[in-house]
């Protein structure tokens, strides 16, 4: 476990984060031996920017064989990150590496940091920069023994600080920024439901948001469970009203200025979701300029 300890001992020693990218550059690069250098601004309602060349966003669009690009999910807690990145990676064939994953499970192993990270999250406090790259790492290292190659991040960065260390040892092709109505987002949460047997996400909320003042209307049916895990459904401890609103706070604070970061370099998508996955993933699709052959079939059925 050199590889982690390296990596761990350079976030916490480091004085800028560049310093910390020189210990940190080689798991990342391990990773991902593709890089991209798009500037393209995309518009995922309109298309794409007047100003973007319609070849660039063909960069997107790879063969199998290099299925493998490098990119970065943004967006408030709870928006989707995780379902829209997760298929994605199903799509593209290229590992989904969630930061809140990697928190849950290490809760979950009675670990060193577990007490720790228990009183964070349940805080609907933000984990340290120190604490995310110690587990980053860790899942990288993974990543590299079994040969993986490219990345979606889910989670990360979160703070311009994480996104310099990034920058400084990788290139990151595309960051996706989902975004959705407060109001929606709060419902969202709250109806948020693990099995606690098998893990499946749920989500019981029906949002249903009437049109008014010249805003559209939003509907997102609920996400059942299947039968055999409707009654081992569990609720997760942060998700109250009360933490869900301490994130949005802390999220408007520490990371709106993430996204600022990687729109001045061109590399932002901003995607409203208009509903739930039914409406919104065949939109990602065609902002992403990618089509999913096994969605079409079974729309068609």
């Not at 476990?1 to 480091?14: E, G, I, Q």
């Not at 959705?180 to 989500?203: D, F, P, T, V």
């Not at 998700?239 to 001045?264: C, G, H, N």
Request: glycine residues 8%.
């Amino acid at each position: 476990m050199a590889v982690l300890s390296r990596c761990s001992r350079a976030v916490t020693a480091a004085t800028t984060p560049n310093a910390a990218a020189a210990k940190f550059s080689y798991l990342i690069r391990a990773l991902s031996p593709f890089s991209s250098s798009s500037s393209s601004t995309f518009d995922a309602d309109n298309g794409l920017n007047s100003r973007i060349k319609p070849a660039v966003l063909g960069t997107l669009k790879r063969e199998p064989k290099d299925r493998n690009v490098q990119w970065v999910f943004l967006g408030c807690p709870g928006v989707g990150k995780g379902t829209y990145a997760s298929r994605l990676s199903d799509l593209l064939g290229i590992p989904h590496i969630a930061t809140g994953d990697l928190v849950r499970d290490e809760l979950a192993s009675s670990g060193p940091l577990s007490s720790q990270l228990k009183e964070i999250v349940n805080q609907g406090k933000l984990v340290s920069d120190e604490i995310i790259i110690d587990l980053l790492s860790k899942r990288l290292e993974a990543g590299e023994a079994k040969g993986e190659s490219g990345f979606i991040l889910d989670g990360f960065p979160r703070t311009v600080r994480q996104a310099e260390i990034l920058e400084g040892v990788t290139d990151i092709d595309l960051v996706i920024n989902l975004k959705l109505r407060e109001e929606a987002l709060l419902a969202k949460c709250l109806g948020r439901r693990i099995c606690s047997e098998c893990g499946g996400n749920y989500n019981v909320a029906c949002i249903d948001i009437k049109a008014e003042n010249g805003k559209p209307g939003m509907y997102m049916a609920p996400l059942p469970p299947p039968p055999q895990c409707a009654s081992k459904l569990i609720t997760r401890a942060d998700d109250t009203e009360e933490v869900v609103k301490q994130r949005l706070r802390i999220y408007q604070a520490m990371t709106l200025p993430v996204e600022d970061f990687y729109r001045s370099r061109g590399k932002l998508l901003e995607f409203d979701l208009p509903g739930g996955v039914r409406e919104s993933w065949p939109k990602l699709l065609h902002a992403l300029n990618l089509e999913d052959e096994e969605d079409k079939q079974s729309a068609a059925a």
